[in-house]
């Protein structure tokens, strides 16, 4: 009797495992529909030589009663499968070493940004594309130079389709009942021409009856809101899926349309967040799927590091919050995380009826749930919230915590209160845990890899400095530090303690009187909303939201006489300059010119600057010939490479460019 009960309990522990196991949140199917090998037309990457790239979809499921993934908002109201699990797909693309033994054994894992591949054009000054094929599209190479394994993958909901995007399905959530969800919902549309016919919803209404809803329009973000009447817009079509105005009228250019509405079936969003994780770690870990295909970076991932441009940068802000860098059996899933312009905010991703394409700006999507806290990485009070919290809150529970650079532009300080990263309540600097360093890029306007030229909204031409080359400086570190050990490069960023970071008003900044710029100081203040009362649920039940106040502090760069940030990396085009490059710019209406910054060269001679009566010294003034020029970009360049901000190949870059660059003459 006993060994029958002891077989049986045996048996019973044997089902439990495999349940278990069964039960665990994985990539469950990886479909690999297209193969290049070799990739980029055969182009070989130093003495790595060529890659291989490969194409598909990856099927993932998650256990909605596991408390790892029941902070997925609306995740007990997902449709389950057959093993009670809740499924989720995306698209991927991974990239590799033809010759398995030349990879560097880290995984290079890049968030894509609303469907779109940037960080090719970020670390590798590449054109953008979400299909590389072409020997061009590899830029200069610098990720495959270094045997980085890369994979690439969907994780926003709201990613368009087409055009090679990164697409992810997820399953709408539906009440216990059966019957479809409905709530609040709200849409923005920023008209930037006099074009625009109908604004989409992005779900759709769940009555066509225009009572439920309310249509206002604005010109400037702070103006109150003109009611539109309900005889001047009607539902595009009978789905409900879009807005019109009566008799076929475009939306008035330059204006803010705010729509609030009842939706229905909402999709459960923070899978995205899932997504990620279980992606990351089965590259790392993983030998095969389900169905027996074999992982492409089996027994070959040491390490893996996320890149990542602005939108996804503040979806790693709350993948990390969430907790979701342990994976299923403990593990840490990302070891170091290299954030480019994702500001101090995280997303509008975990909550019924998300838009993570949404982002705040001084002008755009304020009315959104973005400026939200835990601002900072450590856990600290907030006597504004109530709350005692920070990114890191969670992990540091489950000694998961990935290494984290947090490096931004000066047009985060400006468009989206990035001050709330490093700075309390009171406005007083506050340190930072051992894990984060933080870099500004002084003058930088907010973007990708490629820069920006032309005045398109704006009302200067716009900043065209990019961040590129020390976003491999510091991706060089990052993998210092975390593979050997070695201290990255200090934190460099503008300190209240020392005045470079101030309040916006001309004569705290220092901004100097240029001839034709008007200085407004138009930025992002510390607004406080409410959202309604179960908003840490998920679930907003007021909208738009109702201002509560603005009690955080709202700070700025400091700029020399020049109108050029004083703090942080000061790149050769700052500490050398040819022109004022400013985070900021502006619209015809006054407000911010969102992510765009602006330029403003220096006069040529002393005799152009007078006329003008422009303070700013003349390049004749300040450098007097091409070789005075070019030593002084030499040695600012140097002097960053000796602080591991920049490497030698981008000092010889920027030697090259100033010498052929004509400035002095």
């Not at 105005?245 to 939306?251: D, E, T, V, Y």
Request: with cysteine; aromatic share 8%.
């Amino acid at each position: 009797m006993k060994k029958r009960s002891r077989a049986a309990l045996a048996g019973l522990a044997v089902v439990a495992c495999i349940a278990a196991s069964t039960a665990q949140a994985r990539i469950t199917k990886l479909t690999i529909t297209k193969v290049e090998s070799p990739a980029f037309e055969g182009r070989s990457f130093g003495g790595v030589g060529t890659y291989e790239k490969l194409t598909g979809r990856a099927t993932g499921e998650v256990d909605p009663s596991d408390p790892r993934n029941a902070v997925i908002t609306d995740i007990a109201l997902a449709p389950r499968n057959a093993r009670g699990m809740v499924e989720y797909e995306t698209d991927v693309m991974m990239l590799r070493p033809t010759d398995r033994g030349k990879s560097n054994h880290r995984l290079w894992y890049e968030l894509t940004n609303r469907g779109r591949v940037l960080s090719f054009a970020q670390f590798n000054d590449a054109a953008e594309t979400n299909t590389p094929s072409s020997s061009t599209d590899a830029g200069n190479g610098f990720l495959m130079r270094a045997g980085y394994n890369i994979l690439i993958s969907g994780w926003d909901i709201s990613a368009p389709t087409g055009g090679g995007s990164f697409t992810t399905k997820v399953p709408v959530a539906v009440n216990p009942d059966g019957s479809q969800i409905t709530g609040p919902s709200m849409e923005e549309f920023v008209i930037e021409d006099g074009k625009t016919l109908t604004g989409a919803l992005t779900y759709p209404a769940a009555s066509l009856d225009k009572s439920k809803a309310t249509l206002t329009v604005r010109v400037r973000y702070d103006d109150t809101p003109t009611a539109i009447p309900a005889d001047q817009w009607d539902y595009a079509n009978e789905a409900g899926t879009a807005i019109k105005l009566a008799g076929g009228a475009p939306f008035q250019q330059g204006t803010l349309y705010e729509f609030s509405y009842v939706a229905k079936n909402p999709v459960v969003a923070g899978l995205g967040f899932a997504a990620v994780r279980d992606l990351a770690s089965f590259a790392r870990r993983a030998e095969k799927d389900d169905a027996g295909t074999a992982n492409p970076f089996a027994g070959d991932v040491q390490q893996v590091y996320t890149a990542c441009v602005s939108q996804p940068c503040r979806t790693m802000h709350d993948f990390v919050w969430l907790g979701f860098n342990a994976d299923d059996g403990g593990g840490k899933v990302v070891d170091g995380v290299v954030n480019w312009v994702g500001g101090a905010t995280g997303m509008f991703m975990n909550h019924r009826f998300a838009q993570p394409f949404r982002t705040h700006r001084q002008h755009i999507g304020r009315h959104y749930p973005e400026f939200q806290g835990p601002f900072t990485n450590q856990v600290v009070a907030d006597p504004v919230s109530g709350k005692t919290d920070g990114r890191l809150r969670r992990c540091l529970e489950t000694n998961t915590c990935p290494k984290i650079f947090e490096a931004n532009s000066e047009n985060e300080y400006w468009s989206k209160n990035m001050a709330m990263l490093h700075v309390d309540t009171t406005a007083k600097d506050i340190g930072e845990p051992p894990n984060v360093r933080s870099y500004l890029v002084a003058g930088a306007p907010h973007g990708g890899g490629v820069p920006n030229t032309g005045k398109g909204y704006c009302l200067r031409e716009r900043n065209p400095l990019v961040g590129n080359a020390v976003l491999r400086a510091l991706l060089v570190a990052m993998d210092d530090w975390v593979s050997r050990g070695t201290e990255p490069p200090a934190s460099q960023l503008p300190r209240s303690a020392d005045g470079t970071l101030t309040t916006s008003e001309q004569s705290k900044i220092g901004y100097p009187a240029i001839p034709g710029v008007t200085y407004n100081g138009r930025m992002h203040t510390g607004d406080l909303w409410d959202f309604g009362p179960e908003f840490d649920k998920g679930l907003l039940s007021t909208l738009p939201p109702r201002l509560v106040g603005t009690p955080y502090p709202a700070l700025v760069p400091k700029v020399d006489d020049d109108g050029n940030g004083i703090a942080g990396i000061r790149l050769p085009d700052i500490a050398v300059p040819v022109a004022t490059y400013n985070g900021w710019g502006t619209r015809a209406s006054g407000d911010g010119c969102d992510h765009y910054g602006q330029i403003i060269p220096f006069a040529k001679t002393k005799a152009e600057r007078l006329t003008s009566g422009d303070p700013r010294l003349s390049l004749e003034e300040r450098y007097g010939s091409n070789i005075n020029y070019a030593k002084a970009v030499t040695n600012a360049a140097t002097a960053l490479k000796a602080q591991r901000l920049l490497l030698d190949e981008d000092v010889q870059r920027y030697v090259v460019k100033a010498g052929e660059s004509g400035v002095g003459r």
